[in-house]
């Protein structure tokens, strides 16, 4: 209890002081690529969910693993070849190479805002504009962010809740889908 207030009191009197030291930050990452797909699968069945099967029998998902403590929360943004382009994803996490729970399915829908090519676009790629979130089972709520067919960036929010790695498993790919994550 006193060591409580005692700490209290030195945030009050820091405070009082005007230490920027005080101030919440919120570190600003850059856009990193998680990896893109070009392969449509069926859903992986329950029994399939394990890290080493899923990256087996899924070797065109997109799986990734954040460095350790760098991201409490994930912002993810998709790029597609072409207006209109669909991909559904299944969104899967783990903590660590173990068993993966499914978290939600997304699907996207490219826009015209002239997004980086993926490795099959001619000259560059289109980000997704439209992101519809079903089948959702996770700890906190998936958000997405300006996902209504605007012709913007659209984007995907949620917390990581610890977990640290994530696959993307393409249930219906029209061409290639560029994945692209940076956290706070």
Same mark, same amino acid.
């Given at each position: 209890?006193?060591?409580?207030?005692?700490?209290?009191? =030195?945030? *009050?009197?820091?405070?009082?002081?005007?230490? /920027?030291?005080?101030?919440?930050?919120?570190?600003?990452?850059?856009?990193?690529?998680?990896?893109?797909?070009?392969?449509?699968?069926?859903?992986?069945?329950? !029994?399939?969910?394990?890290?080493?099967?899923?990256?087996? !029998?899924?070797?065109?998902?997109?799986?990734?693993?954040?460095?350790?403590?760098?991201?409490?929360?994930?912002?993810?943004?998709?790029?597609?070849?072409?207006?209109?382009?669909?991909? *559904?994803?299944?969104?899967?996490?783990?903590?660590?190479?173990?068993?993966?729970?499914?978290?939600?399915?997304?699907?996207?829908?490219?826009?015209?805002?002239?997004?980086?090519?993926? /490795?099959?676009?001619?000259?560059?790629?289109?980000?997704?504009?439209?992101?519809?979130?079903?089948?959702?089972?996770?700890?906190?709520?998936?958000?997405?962010?300006? =996902?209504?067919?605007?012709?913007?960036?659209? /984007?995907?929010?949620?917390?990581?809740?610890?977990?640290?790695?994530?696959?993307?498993?393409?249930?219906?790919?029209?061409?290639?889908?560029?994945?692209?994550?940076?956290?706070?």
């Amino acid at each position: 209890m006193k060591n409580t207030m005692l700490i209290l009191l =030195g945030m *009050v009197v820091v405070l009082a002081m005007g230490a /920027s030291e005080t101030v919440i930050r919120t570190d600003r990452f850059g856009w990193e690529t998680m990896g893109e797909t070009t392969t449509a699968y069926t859903t992986p069945a329950v !029994n399939e969910r394990d890290y080493t099967n899923l990256v087996a !029998n899924h070797a065109d998902a997109v799986v990734f693993t954040l460095a350790p403590y760098r991201w409490n929360a994930i912002l993810m943004r998709f790029v597609v070849d072409d207006d209109a382009d669909d991909t *559904v994803f299944d969104l899967f996490a783990s903590k660590g190479q173990d068993h993966f729970t499914r978290i939600a399915t997304l699907t996207l829908k490219g826009g015209t805002q002239v997004g980086p090519a993926t /490795s099959t676009a001619t000259t560059g790629g289109v980000f997704v504009d439209t992101i519809t979130i079903t089948n959702e089972f996770w700890y906190t709520t998936l958000h997405a962010v300006d =996902g209504a067919g605007a012709d913007r960036i659209a /984007s995907l929010r949620f917390d990581a809740c610890g977990f640290d790695t994530f696959a993307l498993v393409g249930t219906t790919v029209d061409d290639t889908t560029l994945v692209q994550a940076t956290g706070y």
